[in-house]
T-cell receptor, first 114, second 109 residues
Framework: IAGITQAPTSQILAAGRRMTLRCTQD?????MYWYRQDLGLGLRLIHY???????GKGEVPDGYSVSRANTDDFPLTLASAVPSQTSVYFC?????????????FGPGTRLTVL | GQNIDQPTEMTATEGAIVQINCTYQ??????LFWYQQHAGEAPTFLSY??LDGLEEKGRFSSFLSRSKGYSYLLLKELQMKDSASYLC??????????WGAGTKLIIKP
């Protein structure tokens, strides 16, 4: 593993189903983030984690939950998917939250909810 | 509310220079970032400005004026591989990144 990986690459999901998007980084970064990217809109922060064991809500958290049991993994769960959650989801990490450092992005998961 | 404005799309010619503007209104300011995103790929970091002035990095330069809430990304000697979207993002008072919708840059031969 090098950098950030996400799985699956893409997924088609029936409305009402539960889905977990996986994110793993091997850079030992403390901070991790989940964004969604929709056409014509900027990246919008869903949830974030400043360090293992802590999480926080971003701009659009409703319908999503996260956990941060360890430094490397930051899964995003949709408890009951709805069509408005169709989007491209990016996981990102940075060395420290609150510092002027760069966020590194995973390759993204393209999710379609029907 | 917080707002980042960038042009939706720009077209330029290979070998030329292009300037992509970004204006922002945010609750606090703790730095401005530019990212490049090729179609179907993840954003990748280009530049960071926290003080007024110009930061140069090879063919790319980024300028910031905090008093005007304004930044631009300058791309010189354009190459076909520069065809991508360019995202402006501002770190607000909560140290969260607020993102613009991105500028799609089309390079023509």
């Amino acid at each position: 593993i090098a950098g950030i990986t996400q799985a699956p690459t893409s997924q088609i999901l029936a409305a009402g189903r539960r889905m977990t998007l996986r994110c793993t980084q091997d850079m030992r970064h403390n901070a991790m983030y989940w964004y969604r990217q929709d056409l014509g809109l900027g990246l919008r922060l869903i949830h974030y984690s400043n360090t293992a064991g802590t999480t926080g809500k971003g701009e659009v958290p409703d319908g999503y939950s996260v956990s941060r049991a360890n430094t490397d993994d930051f899964p995003l769960t949709l408890a009951s998917a709805v069509p408005s959650q169709t989007s491209v989801y990016f996981c990102a990490s940075s060395e420290e939250a609150g510092a002027p450092d760069t966020q590194y992005f995973g390759p993204g998961t393209r999710l379609t909810v029907l | 509310g917080q707002n980042i404005d960038q042009p939706t799309e720009m077209t330029a010619t290979e070998g030329a220079i292009v300037q992509i503007n970004c204006t922002y209104q945010t609750s606090g300011f703790n730095g401005l970032f530019w990212y490049q995103q090729h179609a179907g790929e993840a954003p990748t970091f280009l530049s960071y400005n926290v003080l007024d002035g110009l930061e140069e990095k090879g063919r790319f330069s980024s300028f910031l004026s905090r008093s005007k809430g304004y930044s631009y990304l300058l791309l010189k000697e354009l190459q076909m591989k520069d065809s991508a979207s360019y995202l402006c993002a501002v770190r607000d008072s909560n140290y969260q990144l607020i993102w613009g919708a991105g500028t799609k840059l089309i390079i023509k031969p």
